[in-house]
């Protein structure tokens, strides 16, 4: 497949409310049959960014993972986002990628939030890093926080087209957030995705939005107006950011980071 549809959800969030999240979320969900390809949510999306993951943890085998994997299934197109799990008595923030053919991946947040007492509820994941593989197109899925640490991203020969972020990212700090994505655009020279939520959780942190898909050359794809939940699709083109590397390969270049 050459080109791919992604759509991005900013969405407010009902704190700590599983239920009512995943109903409102099937709502969305149905307006988008039939028209793209991978659907992205934001960070916690089930529960908002809480740190009560002893109560609110569950197993990949749990209700939300499950109704996901079923609604993949039911709607045709891949589900992305990221929940709290539990494993072996440790807890994650851990990322998901379930596809409509009963495939699934994950990725346990490798950057604990310190400043938001993260590191103190859930475990950092592993070293190793994960590209997926999904109707031609390698994706590599990250969380959050992970956007401010440009090598655990760093795009080495190629190896994956797509980026998604997914993010609870406090409006305070929205510049940031604005300027890293774009900034992993361009030098990773693949497509980023961003996906963060609205509202105000139960920390009274607020969150502005912010989702965009940026192209290689930090282009700007597809944005959600600030503060407004919302959905929009972009069309990632793999032929023409293959080409783009053929013809600007600066990616020849990158240092190894190896002493």
């Known amino acids: 497949m050459q080109q791919l549809r992604i759509s991005i959800v900013q969405t407010d969030i009902v704190w700590e409310n599983k239920q009512e999240n995943l109903r409102l979320l099937r709502e969305k969900l149905e307006t988008l049959r ?21 109560q609110l943890a ?10 996901l994997k079923s609604w993949a299934a039911e709607f045709q197109f891949a589900l992305c986002g990221s929940f709290i799990c539990n494993e072996h008595s440790l807890y994650y923030n851990r990322a998901f990628f379930l596809t409509p053919e009963d495939n699934e991946y994950y990725y346990d947040k490798r950057h604990l939030f310190r400043m938001g007492r993260e590191r103190e509820h859930f475990s950092a994941g592993s070293s ?24 655990w991203s760093r795009n080495i020969n190629n190896e994956y087209d797509l980026l998604i972020y997914v993010a609870s990212w406090p409006q305070p700090r929205r510049l940031a957030w604005d300027i890293l994505l774009r900034a992993r655009a361009l030098e990773n020279m693949c497509y980023v995705c961003g996906v963060n939520r609205v509202g105000t959780d139960g920390n009274h942190l607020i969150y502005n939005g912010g989702s965009a ?7 700007t794809l597809v944005s959600i107006p600030d503060g407004e939940e919302g959905i929009a699709t972009a069309m990632l083109d793999l032929q023409s ?3 783009f590397r053929e013809k600007f390969p600066v990616w020849k270049d990158a240092d190894t980071f190896r002493m």
């Open 213 to 219: 898909i940026y192209s290689a050359k930090g282009e």
């Open 58 to 67: 569950e197993p990949i085998t749990g209700i939300t993972i499950q109704t």
């Open 128 to 151: 190793s890093k994960q590209i997926i593989s999904y109707k031609g197109c390698n994706i590599r899925l990250l969380v959050c926080y992970d956007l401010r640490f440009p090598v």
């Open 241 to 243: 950011l293959k080409q």
């Open 34 to 54: 039939g028209t793209t390809e991978i659907v992205v949510l934001p960070e916690m999306f089930s529960t908002g960014f809480s740190m009560n993951s002893q």
